[in-house]
């Protein structure tokens, strides 16, 4: 449970500082992200939860967890 905790905590942290330091760079981002088809924004983020497994389970497996 308290991995889990810290995950959240530092998604929020990294999202925070994504909208407190580079708003414009969201608002292009989500512009993008609406022009693609619904298959492509599954596609995304399908690859995105890959990758933040592999992350989280690379973590662990160095003692971080």
Known sequence: MTMIL??????L???GL???L???LVERMLEMLRTLPEAGRRQVGIL???????LVWGAYQLGFG
């Open 18 to 20: 994504v909208y407190a």
């Open 6 to 11: 810290m995950a959240l905590g530092l998604v």
């Open 13 to 15: 942290i990294v999202e």
């Open 48 to 54: 995105s939860m890959v990758l933040g497994l592999i």
């Open 22 to 24: 580079a708003p414009s």
